[in-house]
């Protein structure tokens, strides 16, 4: 406790004012988190921006440009700090002057990835929310990773999926979307004539994604029309 107040980090729990409302719907909704930074950014609408680690510099584009368009349209942008997509997402909702929320899978004594330290120190001053379920001193275990993407599914308004494969982490978040019925979707590479998609295993899960409900995304059209499905969530969420 002495450390925590030491180190700027504060605890919501579940009867807390802060929790979130998205929280409530995931499975198995955490009794209480740690976070740094201002709380008040999980009271605003967000769009979650997520995919593979393993990006080429068009697919972190698409992640950047998706980040970057939804802050200048006043949306905060969630997602897990992880190399690759999340790093994309991140980076750009700031490059659009927003506020973003990192949800992470450790502790928050603990910065991981390592790469993404200066990122995570730049979502602090600028008014995010770095925000995790593990109490200092909680050992790194792999499956924080896997809980902590129902947590980006239950905080967002909506999931897009920059990139994935037709397996992968990933999934855990794109299924947890679809559990709690958030708007989901995915940039379209099938018919993106500036990308050659066939070369890269990292995008194959469009035709998985798309069989199970997710909108294809490929123009500014199809953007303002799936924030406009997470507006209206949003706002269906904020009436509860």
Same mark, same amino acid.
């Given at each position: 406790?002495?450390?925590?107040?030491?180190?700027?980090?504060?605890?919501?729990?579940?009867?807390?004012?802060?929790?979130?409302?998205?929280?409530?719907?995931?499975?198995?909704?955490?009794?209480?988190?740690?976070?740094?930074?201002?709380?008040? +950014?999980?009271?605003?609408?967000? &769009? #979650? =921006?997520? $995919? /593979?680690?393993?990006?080429?510099? *068009?697919?972190?584009?698409?992640?950047?440009?998706?980040?970057?368009?939804?802050?200048?349209?006043?949306?905060?942008?969630?997602?897990?700090?992880?190399?690759?997509?999340?790093?994309?997402?991140?980076?750009?909702?700031? +490059?659009?002057?927003?506020?973003? &929320? #990192? =949800?992470? $899978? /450790?502790?928050?004594?603990?910065? *991981?990835?390592?790469?993404?330290?200066?990122?995570?120190?730049?979502?602090?001053?600028?008014?995010?929310?770095?925000?995790?379920?593990?109490?200092?001193?909680?050992?790194?275990?792999?499956?924080?990773?896997?809980?902590?993407?129902?947590?980006?599914?239950?905080? #967002?308004?909506?999931?897009?999926?920059?990139?994935?494969?037709?397996?992968?982490?990933?999934?855990?978040?794109?299924?947890?979307?679809?559990?709690?019925?958030?708007?989901?979707?995915?940039?379209?590479?099938?018919?993106?004539?500036?990308?050659?998609?066939?070369?890269?295993?990292?995008?194959?899960?469009?035709?998985?994604?798309?069989?199970?409900?997710?909108?294809?995304?490929?123009?500014?059209?199809?953007?303002?029309?799936?924030?406009?499905?997470?507006?209206?969530?949003?706002?269906?969420?904020?009436?509860?």
């Amino acid at each position: 406790l002495d450390k925590q107040k030491n180190w700027g980090i504060r605890a919501v729990t579940f009867k807390d004012k802060a929790y979130p409302i998205g929280f409530r719907s995931v499975h198995q909704p955490p009794l209480y988190f740690f976070y740094k930074g201002n709380i008040s +950014a999980l009271a605003n609408k967000s &769009i #979650a =921006i997520i $995919g /593979t680690r393993n990006v080429t510099p *068009y697919t972190e584009k698409i992640g950047h440009r998706m980040g970057e368009y939804a802050a200048e349209n006043g949306w905060n942008v969630v997602s897990g700090l992880a190399l690759g997509s999340d790093a994309a997402g991140h980076a750009g909702c700031l +490059a659009g002057k927003g506020v973003t &929320i #990192a =949800i992470v $899978g /450790t502790s928050l004594d603990k910065i *991981y990835p390592r790469q993404n330290a200066a990122l995570e120190k730049e979502i602090l001053e600028k008014d995010g929310l770095i925000l995790s379920e593990y109490p200092l001193g909680a050992l790194y275990s792999p499956s924080h990773f896997v809980e902590r993407d129902r947590l980006q599914s239950g905080l #967002a308004n909506g999931v897009f999926v920059a990139a994935t494969g037709e397996t992968g982490g990933t999934w855990h978040a794109i299924h947890e979307a679809s559990y709690v019925k958030k708007p989901l979707a995915f940039w379209d590479y099938r018919h993106d004539g500036h990308y050659d998609f066939r070369n890269d295993s990292h995008t194959w899960g469009m035709d998985k994604m798309e069989a199970m409900g997710a909108t294809p995304i490929g123009t500014k059209d199809d953007v303002d029309g799936f924030l406009l499905r997470c507006h209206e969530r949003f706002m269906k969420e904020r009436s509860l």
